[in-house]
Nanobody, 111 residues
Framework: QVVESGGGLVQTGESLRLSCAASGINLRFATMGWYRQGPGKEREFVAQITTNGTTYYADSMKGRFTISRDNAKNTVYLQMNSLKPDDTAVYYC???????WGQGTQVTVSS
């Protein structure tokens, strides 16, 4: 399983770092991703990191969000900077290699 943490309430322009800790899965050998679902919206792709460290981002997150991994801690991170109210959503971690989803963590950005 994967478990997200680090969500919360911040103001426009502030930063948050989300964590995704895995158990029963060695993230060293897994492609991992972050997705989000805003109020009244469909779930959308945010970022992805492959086993060799290659990263991909949705266009609207490029330059503001950074996905990374710490294999020693078996954890994937999403650093989110310059947050906007449109970034308000439940953020989900996904292990794409085994199609395992976390329960999500709420991020709320106030204006």
């Amino acid at each position: 399983q994967v478990v997200e943490s680090g969500g919360g309430l911040v103001q426009t322009g502030e930063s948050l770092r989300l964590s995704c800790a895995a158990s029963g899965i060695n993230l060293r050998f897994a492609t991992m991703g972050w997705y989000r679902q805003g109020p009244g919206k469909e779930r959308e792709f945010v970022a992805q990191i492959t086993t060799n460290g290659t990263t991909y981002y949705a266009d609207s997150m490029k330059g503001r969000f950074t996905i990374s991994r710490d294999n020693a801690k078996n954890t994937v991170y999403l650093q989110m900077n310059s947050l906007k109210p449109d970034d308000t959503a439940v953020y989900y971690c996904r292990c794409l290699s085994f199609d395992v989803w976390g329960q999500g963590t709420q991020v709320t950005v106030s204006s």
